[in-house]
Structure formats: C-alpha cells, structure tokens
C-alpha cells in the first residue's frame, strides 16, 4: 500500500496536503496539560494561553520528524499544504513557506482581543521566559505583564481561530494563493493526501478534497486518520481510507522516497 501511494506521488503533477487535528501537538497533548481553572489565577488568568504555548513548545519537539518526513516526501513536487494545526511545527522543517496556508492560526503572532484593527503584533521579546518563571515559581525573574493593544488597549491574544474575535488577515493572503493554486489543479494528475483531518472543521479540508476528487477524474484522495478514515461513497475507487496514526504513516512513506 506504502509502495503504491509513493508511486502515485512521484506520478502525480501536483500534490495537495491536508494535515489535522491529530498531528496538533496542541489538541493530542490536551489530556496531559495541567488542569489550572481561571480562577485559581486570579489576575494571572490572561497568562493561561501562554502557559499553554510553553507547554506545547516543550512538546512539540516530537513532531519535528513529521515534518521532517514530510518534506522527504515531497522534496520538489509541486505541493500546496493546508494545514489546521495550531503549534506551528509546520515551518522547522524545509517544506516551503510560500506553499503553506494555516486557516486556524497559531502561537507565533498576536491580534487585539476586541480586533480593533487587522494588525498582528510580535510577542514582546522577554515575555515567553518570564511566563516560564513564574509557572516555575521562580521570584528572580520579573513577574510578566499581559500584553496591551497599542491601538485600542485591550488585551492582545494569539492570532489564532481560539481568538473570541479572530482577525482571519493572517492567513487570508496565502489562502488567496491556495485558490489560485488549486485554479492550476483542473484536468491535472492531483495526489491527495489526508493526514489526520477528523471533523472538526471539515468546511476546510475534508469536504473540499473530497469535492476536487469527484469533479477531477484524474485525482486520488488518501485519507490517513485512526479513527476517521473512511470515503465517501460519490468517490470509491478514486482513492483509498488508511487506518493509521499519521505520524506512523509518515514515517513509513518517508522510507518509500
Ligand atoms: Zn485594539
């Protein structure tokens, strides 16, 4: 099976990558994430997102080979990825950055909470370590302060699908890129690849790829999910559901190249 989806890659003109949940360190480490309630910090409750990206940075070390498979995999198709994942894993490896769209943001940039404008600011320079500090109780360094709107002053958050008011320019322009790109996709050989895509946003990958693959005869989906890799029946035969854990999958079809 391996064997045969490597050839359909080589053979292929253009390759289109969905990854989801399941590769997320955010969403597969959420059980292990310490059970802090807002209230238990007091005015420190702002920091709860932070304390999570020191968390999921620490964690996300793992999933570089993913991404480092990946890459091996591709190596100079013409790819685009759309990817759901939040911890930003994507861009440690060498996959190309202009291929890249993250409709559900991240942990890299910052938004007004009120999205008062459309800007995304950088997280101030000394912020991150002091977070770390004061999960670890250490008084040496200064405790941090939550990060104000220079428009507006509310709050800033992460730019991310999270946000109660998500400013989605910052992702909008590559999603045009995406567009176009998949303009280029009619009546060509397109190998598509599903990675751990469940349903909780299927409006972006799921039933986009599966829609492409019934419209162009040319084109194969391959859904890798544990649990959710079934096909619909409009396109049987046009490709084929693999029970298995996209990291293992990846891993496998990485050795194929
Ligand atoms: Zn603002």
């Known amino acids: 099976m391996i064997d045969h989806i490597a050839e359909k890659i080589r053979e ?3 390759v289109l990558i969905g990854l989801g949940e399941e590769l997320d360190v955010f969403n597969s480490c959420k059980t292990d994430l310490p059970s802090y309630t807002a209230n238990e910090w007091g005015e ?4 709860l997102p932070f304390a999570d990206k020191v968390i999921v940075d620490e964690l996300a070390e793992e999933k570089r080979q993913c991404y480092v498979d990946l890459a091996a ?9 759309v990817t759901l994942c939040q911890d930003g894993m994507i861009h440690t490896g060498s996959l190309k950055e202009e291929r890249i769209v993250e409709p559900c943001g991240g942990y890299e940039k910052l938004q ?14 000394n912020l991150m370590g002091q977070v770390k500090a004061f999960l670890k109780k250490d008084s040496q360094i200064p405790v ?3 990060p104000l709107c220079p428009k ?7 730019n991310s699908v999270n946000a109660s008011c998500y400013v989605e320019e910052g992702y909008l322009e590559k999603w045009m890129d995406y567009k176009k790109w998949l303009q280029g996709t009619v009546n060509k050989k397109v190998c598509l690849l599903e990675l751990g895509v469940g349903m909780k946003y299927p409006s972006v990958i799921r039933w986009p790829f599966e829609k492409i693959v019934f419209f162009n005869q040319k084109a194969e989906l391959f859904r890798v999910h544990t649990r959710l890799y079934q096909m619909s029946e409009e396109i049987k035969g046009r490709g084929q559901g693999i029970k298995q854990s996209p990291e293992e999958f990846l891993k496998e079809l990485s050795n194929a190249f």
């Open 152 to 158: 507006c002053g509310s709050s800033l958050v992460f």
């Open 12 to 14: 292929a003109d253009l």
């Open 144 to 146: 941090p302060k939550e």
């Open 44 to 47: 420190s409750s702002w920091m």
């Open 112 to 125: 007004c909470s009120k999205a008062c404008s459309a800007d995304l600011y950088e997280l101030p320079e």
């Open 73 to 81: 995999c591709l190596g100079n198709k013409n790819y685009f990825i």
